[in-house]
């Protein structure tokens, strides 16, 4: 009955979607108030369907209902709660629906928040964001039914993927999803503005938290997936730079950019039409993303292919979003007036350079992940482009963006005093420079990279310290007063200081891991001892143990130091039967102050195992970095300007509020 | 300088510098990118040495030999075969039969001598993140040189 | 995106005071600009609908045109007969790699029971890497297409015919040559416009 009911919930979803699309841009047409009152009941009405919808196929899996060929194929009844509920997404249709779901949560989230928007506007937001949603219940409903059935009904399912059992990998597509998708409400917003042909502050602060929140969600979503990579996989890496991972770190960095350029869009009415464009790319890029991921046009023929519809109809999609937003902004974007001159050195001259960075850096990565895909269409040659090119081009970008983040903050509006800022940061330009010399003698002939890595850390992260201390006129007044001015800041000043310390942090995590990683790949047999890092590793020997569907070889290690015990790591090498596959479970000791990570293979048939041994110093503020970014974020959401709706309410009441002299020097402290 | 004079200057060096970079990725990619040849292209038009690439194919019946960790064995497409040698642990799944992609360079006697070797599994229609995953997961890192 | 960046500076024009020529011209070369990035994202359109026709794994199409290797595998538990090279003597016939554990192999199933009953061209099995007793449980719930089942425990005759992954099916024609080969589950569609015309074809 469930799968029948949520069937027909997202049948009736796609009809309130196809109406939420039409009459509120008729209506905002027309100004005609009732028909724009249309948008946020039919934005609510949409998100409890799908919701409804979504519950429904939920209790099919909780119910391990195997009637239902998404269920059969995707859980099994012995399968623990948690794994059911997750295996809700952990495939194609159930992914889609999620979505979805998140997709009309988010127009939900703009009729509730968005009630003192111009009633144009939010008509026409409405509009947009439910245009994207007719595309998507569309696909799903013609080409991947979630609700398909079975007849007749196996009677046990074939089993969640065991490398798919894992609570981060669980958490990893629905906080992926809502950046992805968080995406769509910018997007909807910078659609809106083109209709409208207008773009002013009071848009740049309206679309803001939108962006900042699905910034968070994507960081938190990328992070959570390197992470999973880094512990399940084996192999102590934690990014590749295949194509899955680019799909969602090219959204990534867009938003990263389109957070920034709305900054100045918000406090100077400059860069107004790149700003929209960045709006546009930036969930483009997540469909692309969704387009690479579902079609397989990057991946195998096996990991989709049953059906070449599914990858036609992400490209029509593709192509009416895409192509229509970028046509529209072809035609309206050159009337935008341009608003406040600044000079080349100013806080929106660095900000126009994080920009020209960031967007140049997701050029790069655009091009590495579909020149694959260009070569053979051209040239039917067959290439992968792997890190060692995303590298090669990657760090060049990245370092001068580093290097800039600790002198934007601290540059004037309009017209920066480039000779003070560096005055204020000699000592910390002096001590970078000195770990730098001091990393050259020492690390030099390793990776001349770390050099420059180290000393980037020192600069941004003292950086960011050096510029909150100029905030708080630390140390030059008494302490009390700085108390008080610390106090006093506003919370986006101290999200932004965060996000930009967690970018420090994270250079220090990869300098490091990848400069002073130690491996070892060698044949053990019990009884040996390996040296890594000043740690003793002794393996006492490896058995087979059956798992309940497959074989493990379970391997323990003694680790002392300096004989002294610290801890027994017991690292299992997995193979499956049905169908056959093999997972590796490291076993990691995880410490501030680095990894020490332990993997064991196959036997060789003489009492040896062969085995890996890393040490990965100070490679969890890799995650922690990401964590401060996210935490950053966040904080800076929360501040009373940028709260959802706070600043929809304030604005409306008093437009322009931005040349208020006050406002504008909150403005200035806050980013 | 008058400020519009100014912004054109800023765009000229923004673009300057964008073509910069994307001329350089363009060199990068031609530098970096690792083509594709099965051991029966490589037997007809043979390959420059020294020169990275990718290789694939499944591995001969018989041709593995160890000497301590160096591995050499042969792979086959059916047609020809090509030796490669490997100085690192291979995948688990790596054995006779199995069909891997190995990633090196010919030496000068035309031995394939792989930097990392990449055990195919058994795919089958599975979702993309899956197929992706395991992917990953029989990827030899040896540098763990990412990112 | 790149060629895009020069957007912001160009795209908006610096407002008042210029004389009437200038702006027309402006307005112009904004537009042009403008018109950047939809440019752009018609080329990328282009290379991602060729790209949908291509095939990134097409790697293992060597033996095509190749004698069929040869083997001779066991039958399923209470099947009377395997299969072997030697079966193989049709004008034309198809090869079915299956597995009980393969998901794609349920979805071609019907594909196959249809095909079976249409009795256009005898299908083999090669029950791929399988257990013997849930293949032998999975022909019985779902019903059986095949003509005669070999059980290639190891996957070894797998290898030799170069399978890359679960379900894939082999044609091969009378003198046991491998004439095509389908990657992944054989759909309606493929049956139809492809398959069928092709074992049409081959039996003139």
New interface residues.
């Given amino acids: 009955m469930a799968p029948e009911l949520g069937q027909y919930a997202l049948v009736l979803a796609l009809v309130v979607a196809a109406v939420q699309a039409i009459v509120p841009q008729v209506g905002a047409y027309r100004r005609d108030a009732a028909w724009m009152g249309v948008a946020p009941a039919a934005a609510r009405a949409q998100f409890l369907l799908v919701l409804f919808a979504f519950g429904c196929l939920m209790v099919s899996f909780i119910s391990s209902d195997f009637s239902v060929v998404n269920v059969f194929?995707n859980s099994h009844s012995l399968k623990p709660l948690i794994y059911k509920i997750s295996g809700v997404w952990?495939?194609?249709e159930g992914?889609l629906l999620l979505w979805i779901l998140i997709l009309t949560l988010f127009g939900a989230a703009v009729a509730q928040f968005g009630q003192n928007l111009p009633p144009t506007l939010q008509a026409r937001v409405l509009s947009v964001q439910a245009m994207i949603g007719v595309g998507f219940l569309s696909f799903i409903l013609f080409t991947s039914n979630p609700f398909a059935r079975l007849d007749?009904a196996?009677f046990e399912g074939?089993g969640l993927?065991p490398?798919?059992q894992d609570p981060a990998l669980a958490l990893h597509?629905p906080f992926l999803y809502l950046g992805y998708v968080g995406l769509s409400v910018a997007f909807s917003f910078a659609v809106a503005a083109l209709i409208e042909g207008r773009v002013d502050p009071a848009w740049a602060r309206w679309v803001r938290p939108w962006t900042l929140a699905a910034w968070c969600c994507l960081t938190a979503g990328i992070a959570l997936g390197s992470y999973w990579?880094y512990y399940?996989?084996?192999?102590?890496?934690?990014?590749?730079?295949?194509?899955?991972e680019n799909a969602s770190f090219m959204p990534w960095l867009?938003a990263t950019a389109l957070l920034h350029s709305s900054i100045v869009v918000e406090k100077r009415d400059?860069?107004?039409?790149?700003?929209v464009?960045l709006a546009?790319?930036a969930f483009?890029l997540s469909l692309l993303g969704t387009?690479i991921?579902?079609?397989?046009?990057?991946?195998?023929?096996?990991?989709?292919?049953?059906?070449?519809t599914r990858?036609?109809f992400i490209?029509a999609f593709?192509?009416f979003v895409?192509?229509g937003s970028?046509?529209l902004?072809?035609?309206r974007?050159?009337s935008?007036?341009?608003?406040g001159?600044f000079?080349?050195v100013s806080r929106e001259?660095t900000l126009?350079l994080n920009?020209?960075l960031l967007?140049?850096a997701?050029?790069?990565v655009?091009?590495?992940t579909?020149?694959?895909?260009?070569l053979?269409?051209v040239a039917s040659?067959?290439?992968?482009?792997?890190?060692?090119?995303?590298?090669?081009?990657?760090v060049?970008?990245m370092a001068p963006l580093i290097a800039a983040l600790a002198i934007g903050p601290m540059l004037a509006w309009k017209r920066g005093d480039l000779a003070g800022v560096m005055g204020r940061l000699k000592f910390v330009a002096a001590l970078a420079f000195l770990t730098g010399l001091g990393m050259a003698w020492y690390a030099w002939n390793i990776m001349p990279l770390a050099v420059l890595g180290m000393a980037l850390v020192v600069w941004l992260g003292l950086g960011v310290l050096r510029e909150w201390a100029e905030r708080v006129r630390l140390f030059r007044w008494d302490i009390v007063e700085s108390w008080r001015r610390a106090r006093g800041l506003p919370r986006a000043s101290y999200g932004m200081s965060m996000a930009h310390m967690g970018v420090a942090l994270m250079v220090l995590g990869?300098t490091a891991?990848?400069t002073w990683?130690e491996?070892k790949?060698?044949?053990m047999r019990p009884g040996d001892v390996q040296t890594v890092s000043d740690f003793e590793l002794t393996f006492v020997g490896a058995e087979k143990v059956p798992g309940p569907n497959y074989s493990a070889t379970a391997g323990t290690f003694v680790v002392t130091r300096n004989g002294q015990p610290v801890t027994i790591l017991q690292p299992e090498?997995r193979?499956f039967?049905?169908?056959?596959?093999?997972?590796?479970e490291a076993a990691i000791r995880s410490t501030l102050a680095g990894d020490l990570y332990t993997v064991v293979?196959?036997g060789d048939g003489l009492g040896g195992y062969?085995v890996?041994l890393?040490y990965?110093p100070l490679v969890i503020w890799i995650w922690l970095g990401a964590l401060a970014m996210m935490i950053g974020g966040m904080i800076s959401l929360s501040d009373r300007r940028h709260r959802i709706g706070a600043p929809a309410r304030k604005q409306a009441g008093e437009s322009g509020t931005h040349r208020d002299p006050g406002a504008l020097a909150a403005a200035g402290a806050g980013d | 300088m008058k400020?519009k004079r100014?912004?054109l200057?800023?765009v000229l060096?923004?673009l300057l510098?964008?073509s910069a970079?994307?001329g350089?990725?363009?060199f990068?990619?031609d530098?970096?990118?690792?083509?594709?040849r099965s051991p029966s292209e490589i037997a007809e038009k043979g390959f420059p040495s020294g020169k990275r690439f990718?290789v694939g194919g499944l591995v001969e019946d018989g041709s593995v030999s160890s000497e301590?960790?160096v591995t050499t064995f042969r792979v086959t497409d059916g047609a020809h075969a090509l030796t490669i040698t490997y100085d690192?642990?291979?995948?688990?799944?790596f054995r006779e039969g199995q069909g891997i992609i190995a990633?090196g360079a010919l030496n000068a006697g035309g031995t394939f001598e792989a930097q990392e070797v990449l055990a195919k599994?058994?795919?089958?229609?599975?979702?993309?993140?899956?197929?992706?995953?395991?992917?990953?997961?029989?990827?030899?890192?040896?540098e763990?040189?990412?990112? | 995106?790149?060629d895009?960046?020069k957007?912001?500076g160009q795209?908006?024009?610096?407002?008042v005071g210029a004389a009437n020529a200038p702006v027309a011209r402006k307005?112009r070369t904004?537009?042009l600009?403008?018109?950047l990035?939809?440019a752009a994202?018609?080329v990328?359109?282009w290379?991602?609908?060729?790209?949908?026709s291509?095939?990134?794994?097409?790697?293992y199409s060597v033996l095509i045109d190749k004698p069929a290797p040869t083997f001779d595998l066991a039958a399923l538990p209470g099947k009377e007969h395997g299969f072997s090279s030697a079966d193989l003597t049709q004008p034309v016939q198809l090869v079915n790699v299956f597995?009980?554990?393969?998901?794609?192999c349920?979805?071609e199933h019907p594909v196959l029971m249809e095909l079976k009953r249409s009795g256009a061209v005898p299908i083999y099995g090669l029950n791929y890497?399988?257990?013997p007793d849930?293949a032998g449980g999975w022909l019985q719930?779902f019903g059986d297409p095949y003509d005669r089942i070999g059980s290639d425990l190891n996957g070894r005759v797998g290898i030799d015919f170069g399978v890359?992954?679960v379900p894939e099916t082999f044609i091969v024609d009378g003198n046991g040559i491998i004439v095509r080969k389908i990657?992944?589950?054989i759909?309606p569609t493929i049956l139809q416009k492809e398959l069928l015309p092709l074992i049409a074809e081959m039996q003139k």
């Avoid at chain 2, 763990?144 to 990112?147: F, V």
């Avoid at chain 3, 597995?99 to 794609?104: G, I, L, N, Q």
């Fill in positions: 194929e952990g495939n194609h992914s007749p196996p074939n993927n490398l798919l597509p990579a399940e996989l084996g192999w102590g890496g934690w990014w590749f730079w295949d194509p899955v867009a400059a860069l107004k039409s790149w700003t464009l546009i790319l483009s387009f991921v579902r079609s397989g046009v990057l991946n195998s023929v096996h990991a989709f292919a049953s059906d070449p990858g036609v490209l593709l192509v895409v192509g970028l046509t902004y072809a035609i974007a050159p935008l007036k341009g608003g001159l000079r080349p001259g126009v920009n020209l967007s140049t997701c050029f790069t655009l091009l590495g579909l020149y694959p895909l260009f053979d269409a040659e067959k290439v992968s482009v792997g890190p060692p090119y995303f590298n090669s081009v990657f060049p970008l990869i891991s990848e990683q491996e790949q060698v044949i090498s193979i039967s049905n169908p056959p596959m093999e997972t590796t293979g196959e062969a890996r890393y990965k | 400020p100014k912004r200057f800023i060096i923004g510098f964008v970079a994307v350089f990725s363009l990068a990619l530098q970096e990118l690792d083509v594709f990718r301590g960790i690192k642990i291979l995948p688990d799944l990633l599994h058994d795919e089958n229609y599975m979702p993309p993140e899956v197929a992706d995953a395991l992917k990953k997961s029989g990827h030899f890192k040896p763990g040189g990412d990112s | 995106m790149s895009t960046a957007t912001d795209g908006e024009p610096e407002g307005a904004g537009l600009i403008a018109a990035p939809i994202f018609v990328i359109g290379f991602l609908f060729r790209g949908l291509l095939d990134p794994s097409e790697i597995a009980s554990w393969c998901v794609a349920r979805v890497q399988d257990q849930a719930n890359y992954g990657t992944g589950p759909t």
